[in-house]
């Protein structure tokens, strides 16, 4: 079986002349009107570039604001989310038990979110209103 393709589509018996060269590059230079459109076209288990900005963007917001946390506050969140370690293990390090090292990572990610509200870049950024 042999495909050919023709630069004319045929409708309601009359011939309209598509060019395929200006189909391609619009298709070429589509861009989603927003982010939620770029997510829902996308293949799965891929993120859309447009995405991707965002995330890197985020995560340099929330690395500065950590830096106006306590140390033991940016020890944990870093702990948890980086090294992910266990609350067992969180606790011998800091000298309690896991029990209290979930309890003291609750309050560091409270401090954190508490920057971030006051930051207000991340609010801004995803038009975030509480």
């Not at 590059?25 to 288990?45: G, I, K, R, S, V």
């Not at 965002?54 to 944990?76: G, N, R």
């Not at 954190?112 to 207000?120: M, Q």
Request: charged fraction near 25%; glycine fraction near 2%; aromatic fraction near 10%.
């Amino acid at each position: 079986m042999t495909w050919e393709f023709s630069s004319t589509v045929s409708y309601s018996k009359k011939e309209i002349a598509v060019n395929i060269d200006d189909l391609l590059n619009l298709l070429q230079n589509y861009q989603p009107e927003n982010e939620y459109q770029a997510l829902m076209e996308a293949a799965p288990f891929q993120e859309p570039e447009q995405h991707k900005n965002l995330i890197s963007e985020a995560s340099e917001i929330v690395l500065d604001c950590m830096e106006i946390l306590l140390e033991q506050d940016k020890y944990i969140i870093l702990a948890i989310n980086y090294e992910q370690v266990s609350y067992e293990v969180l606790g011998q390090r800091l000298g309690v038990s896991a029990t209290h090292a979930w309890r003291l990572k609750q309050i560091a990610y409270k401090h954190l979110e508490e920057v971030l509200t006051i930051d207000g870049r991340i609010s801004r950024m995803f038009k975030y209103e509480r």
